[in-house]
């Protein structure tokens, strides 16, 4: 990824906090059959290793390797910057269009397992961090389906893990322009609604 050292995210509660609150990743390999990617829900357990799983009818588990390095991605808040949002344009025009975001990549091995432990974990894991995200002391379980139910349903996934080797996150917020236009790049984020952008864009402070 092109990483210009002023865009560049190094601190570790930040990546994770980033994969933690936008957690589909779209997991990228290379197969025999070409490039592969599939859009998953991942969950960094608490060891740093990324947690999923896939339907047994996908074919990411037969197509790539065991052990095999992928790449996860995981994209965060973005939206477009009019150069209207500067208030430098109205004193010498010198300006044009671009786009910020937040994005990391995870580099690593991945494992797969059909078995039932795993898989139940895994789902088990993703279903209790989101459950309590969306429904709070109301988050549905597992245990209140039926048991054969839910050993049905886990017999039709396969489990995986992701260890990361190497990660690397950008956070693009306008670090290159002046505080006063990236107050108005703010600004203009938050009248067009994008308050999450906004929000990422002052927490980035330089």
Do not use: C
């Not at 095999?68 to 004193?91: C, H, M, W």
């Not at 091995?109 to 789902?123: K, L, Q």
């Not at 209140?144 to 190497?166: S, T």
């Amino acid at each position: 990824m092109y990483m210009p050292p002023h865009f560049a995210e190094t601190d570790p509660d930040a990546i994770a906090g980033l994969i933690a609150a936008y957690p589909l990743a779209t997991v990228i390999a290379t197969t025999p059959d070409g490039i592969l990617a599939n859009h998953l829900p991942l969950l960094r357990a608490p060891d740093g290793d990324l947690i999923g799983h896939v339907a047994l009818a996908n074919d990411m588990h037969r197509l790539i390797a065991e052990g095999q390095q992928v790449l996860a991605i995981f994209r965060g808040e973005d939206a477009y910057v009019t150069p209207n949002a500067y208030p430098s344009k109205a004193e010498h025009h010198k300006a044009v269009p671009t786009w910020n975001y937040r994005v990391a990549h995870v580099h690593g091995p991945i494992t797969f397992s059909h078995a039932e432990h795993d898989r139940r974990v895994a789902v088990a894991m993703l279903t209790r961090d989101h459950e309590r995200r969306v429904n709070g002391g109301r988050a549905w379980k597992m245990a209140e389906a039926p048991a054969d139910f839910i050993a049905g349903m886990l017999q039709g996934i396969v489990a995986f893990r992701i260890v990361p080797l190497r990660v690397i996150a950008k956070a693009k917020m306008s670090q290159n322009r002046s505080a006063e236009d990236r107050e108005g790049v703010a600004a203009n984020m938050r009248a067009r609604g994008e308050t999450a952008m906004a929000e990422a864009l002052t927490r980035s402070e330089p």
